[in-house]
């Protein structure tokens, strides 16, 4: 009776909800797996191949103008030479290339969109290398979905020739489950093409037989003594040294030397010890969060519009009030996640309040939003 009484007492200290009853049995819920502690942070053991690049390992970023055709009338809204024109005289000039001649102004569009087409690939990659795409679109279409990218030409500067294509079906991600006043938070003008590429000409490649550095994906001074430790244990004393929290200087004698390629996958398969980063991550289009490592969140109360989320906070405890989060100070970053989308906040709202309390201090990581 009295771990029954205690139980709904934290939870109703936890989380006062004032929504919809199945958004508060879900803010319940996940008030009461709040009571077992977070685990510890472990370290990871990576391969190095995972942490760095060898110098002059640059990738080559490619981009392009182009059509995605076949919609289902989402396409940009364009009737002759009226709102977005680019479109038509892109459909005008590409029928033109097939000796078809059409009056600008008779074109109706409504099944195709102009889109800007990105990607980027391995320096090494050889002609006849595939590899992935990503479009937007730069008119007023409502939805890729279903379209079809015409063969669109990429270039790795606008003053060169183009070195690669890319065509095929685009593939539009799904909207995110948590939809809130009938609307929905997903957005279908982006979207990919996975090995849509394809390199057609020969790319700038780096000399990989005089490479003396690696380059950390991700600077940091800890993680680059422990791979010149690593190193140096595995080929000697004084092969690896720190140059700077981004690079590593490679001292590569005899048969290392000799045999480069086999010592550079020796090395690549190296694991050392990699903490997780406190770091926060967040998707604007879709409310997405990840958190890296083991981040709580201290005392502060957000009010965005008509919700307010209060951690820590003293407040009433009788009522519940409409848009009122209540959650204890040391919450994980996870579960305030969980419960900002169990009432239905937008991607907006929870990349706002995120950051809000990074500001004030109550978060000790780095908040990203993209």
């Given at each position: 009776?009295?771990?029954?009484?205690?139980?709904?007492?934290?939870?109703?200290?936890?989380?006062?909800?004032?929504?919809?009853?199945?958004?508060?049995?879900?803010?319940?819920?996940?008030?009461?797996?709040?009571a077992?502690?977070?685990?510890?942070?472990?370290?990871?053991?990576?391969?190095?191949?995972?942490?760095?690049?060898?110098?002059?390992d640059i990738?080559?970023?490619?981009?392009?103008?182009?059509?995605?055709v076949?919609?289902?009338?989402?396409?940009?809204?364009?009737?002759?030479?009226?709102?977005?024109?680019?479109?038509?005289?892109?459909?005008?000039?590409?029928?033109?290339?097939?000796?078809?001649?059409?009056?600008?102004?008779?074109?109706?569009?409504?099944?195709?969109?102009?889109v800007l087409?990105?990607?980027?690939?391995?320096?090494?990659?050889?002609?006849?290398?595939?590899?992935?795409?990503?479009?937007?679109?730069?008119?007023?279409?409502?939805?890729?979905?279903?379209?079809?990218?015409?063969?669109?030409?990429?270039?790795?500067?606008?003053?060169?020739?183009?070195?690669a294509?890319?065509?095929?079906?685009?593939?539009?991600?799904?909207?995110?489950?948590?939809?809130?006043?009938?609307?929905?938070?997903?957005?279908?003008?982006?979207?990919?093409l996975?090995?849509g590429?394809?390199?057609?000409?020969?790319?700038?490649?780096?000399?990989?037989?005089?490479?003396?550095?690696?380059?950390?994906?991700?600077?940091d001074v800890?993680?680059?003594?422990?791979?010149?430790?690593?190193?140096?244990?595995?080929?000697?004393?004084?092969?690896?040294?720190?140059?700077?929290?981004?690079?590593?200087?490679?001292?590569?004698?005899?048969?290392?030397?000799?045999?480069?390629a086999?010592?550079?996958?020796?090395?690549?398969?190296?694991?050392?010890?990699?903490?997780?980063?406190?770091?926060?991550?967040?998707?604007?289009?879709?409310?997405?969060?990840?958190?890296?490592?083991?981040?709580?969140?201290?005392?502060?109360v957000?009010?965005?519009?008509?919700?307010?989320?209060?951690?820590?906070?003293?407040?009433?405890?009788?009522?519940?009030?409409?848009?009122?989060?209540?959650?204890?100070?040391?919450?994980?970053?996870?579960?305030?996640?969980?419960?900002?989308?169990?009432?239905?906040?937008?991607?907006?709202?929870?990349?706002?309040?995120?950051?809000?309390?990074?500001?004030?201090?109550?978060?000790?990581?780095?908040?990203?939003?993209?």
């Amino acid at each position: 009776m009295n771990t029954n009484r205690k139980s709904s007492s934290v939870a109703s200290r936890r989380l006062r909800v004032g929504v919809s009853k199945e958004a508060v049995t879900a803010l319940l819920v996940g008030a009461l797996a709040l009571a077992t502690p977070p685990g510890p942070v472990h370290a990871q053991d990576t391969r190095i191949s995972d942490l760095t690049v060898t110098g002059g390992d640059i990738p080559v970023r490619l981009v392009g103008y182009g059509l995605v055709v076949g919609l289902d009338g989402t396409g940009d809204r364009v009737i002759g030479g009226y709102s977005s024109g680019h479109t038509v005289r892109s459909v005008a000039n590409l029928l033109r290339r097939f000796d078809v001649e059409v009056p600008e102004n008779m074109l109706r569009t409504r099944n195709v969109a102009a889109v800007l087409v990105t990607a980027e690939t391995s320096p090494y990659l050889r002609p006849g290398g595939r590899f992935d795409i990503s479009v937007a679109s730069v008119g007023d279409a409502v939805s890729l979905r279903g379209g079809v990218l015409w063969m669109t030409p990429l270039v790795a500067d606008p003053s060169l020739p183009p070195v690669a294509t890319a065509q095929g079906p685009v593939l539009v991600s799904e909207g995110p489950a948590v939809r809130g006043a009938g609307m929905s938070y997903g957005v279908e003008t982006t979207a990919s093409l996975p090995r849509g590429g394809l390199l057609e000409q020969a790319l700038a490649t780096p000399d990989f037989a005089t490479a003396t550095i690696l380059h950390l994906r991700d600077p940091d001074v800890s993680t680059a003594s422990r791979i010149a430790d690593a190193i140096n244990a595995s080929l000697g004393a004084g092969t690896a040294v720190v140059q700077d929290p981004g690079a590593v200087a490679l001292q590569l004698q005899g048969d290392a030397a000799v045999n480069r390629a086999t010592t550079f996958s020796q090395i690549g398969d190296l694991r050392v010890q990699r903490f997780r980063a406190a770091l926060v991550v967040i998707d604007g289009r879709s409310g997405t969060v990840v958190a890296g490592g083991d981040i709580q969140v201290g005392e502060a109360v957000v009010s965005h519009g008509s919700m307010t989320l209060a951690i820590g906070a003293a407040g009433p405890e009788a009522s519940m009030i409409p848009g009122d989060l209540r959650m204890q100070a040391g919450v994980s970053v996870q579960d305030v996640a969980a419960a900002l989308h169990g009432v239905a906040a937008p991607p907006q709202a929870i990349a706002s309040v995120f950051e809000a309390l990074r500001q004030v201090g109550a978060i000790s990581a780095e908040v990203t939003i993209r």
